[in-house]
């Protein structure tokens, strides 16, 4: 029997790969990892329709899996394995928290809450935890909410903080419709957050607003 015309194309791939990975195209590097689930079809035309819809490789890869349910050949064993990817990029950004780094700027827990919090369909609230030299000891969700609001509730992240022996906490929430802007909510709360905070002698070193792809800090804009 003849083996199906994208066998000899794949595996012209996977050696133009060992080549030099980057000859390939954006269309190409997927259609290839997308082989690695769907091994009995073309997964030329679905590659290149996800980078249709997302345009980049870092929009398909960030994407909700659900969006591409209506393209033919994307069943839920690639919905499972996408998921898998997901979940695998947020944990090698949290990585800082496993090594207990040195916290030293907003920017980097920016890029592991965006890993983390930036795709999200819904809201959620998470606090980054350090010690008195800003060493990392914990990343933690407090609160999941909905598609425009997350309820967070002091008590219950300074009960943690102290448990931990934390020195400070960065406030961290993502913004699903894209714009890292803070809402009078999310003023107010950070307001309610540093009050809080003082009485148990724990500083608040940031709130972080995250999207996808760009971040909003209260510390550098002087809103602590």
């Not at 890029?111 to 795709?119: I, Q, S, Y």
């Not at 406030?171 to 957050?193: I, K």
């Amino acid at each position: 029997m003849n083996k199906p015309h994208f066998h000899g194309h794949r595996q012209r791939l996977r050696e133009r790969l060992q080549r030099d990975t980057r000859q390939l195209a954006d269309y190409e590097l997927l259609e290839l990892l997308l082989g690695y689930v769907i091994r009995r079809g073309d997964t030329k035309p679905l590659a290149k329709e996800m980078l249709a819809r997302h345009k980049t490789l870092q929009g398909v890869f960030l994407a909700d899996p659900a969006e591409f349910r209506d393209i033919e050949g994307f069943g839920p064993a690639t919905e499972d394995f996408w998921l898998l990817w997901r979940e695998l990029w947020a944990r090698m950004h949290e990585a800082p928290a496993a090594l207990r780094v040195v916290i030293q700027s907003p920017q980097e827990v920016a890029e592991l809450a965006k890993a983390r919090l930036g795709p999200n369909r819904r809201e959620e609230f998470w606090v980054a935890m350090v010690d008195n030299k800003n060493r990392l000891l914990a990343w933690e969700q407090a609160s999941r909410g909905t598609v425009d609001q997350t309820v967070v509730f002091p008590r219950e992240v300074f009960t943690r903080a102290l448990e931990l022996k934390a020195s400070g906490i960065v406030l961290v929430h993502n913004h699903p419709g894209g714009d890292p802007r803070p809402s009078a909510q999310d003023v107010e709360l950070t307001r309610r957050m540093v009050r809080a905070a003082a009485d148990l002698g724990v500083r608040v070193l940031d709130h972080l607003i995250v999207t996808d792809r760009a971040f909003y800090s209260f510390q550098q804009e002087g809103m602590l």
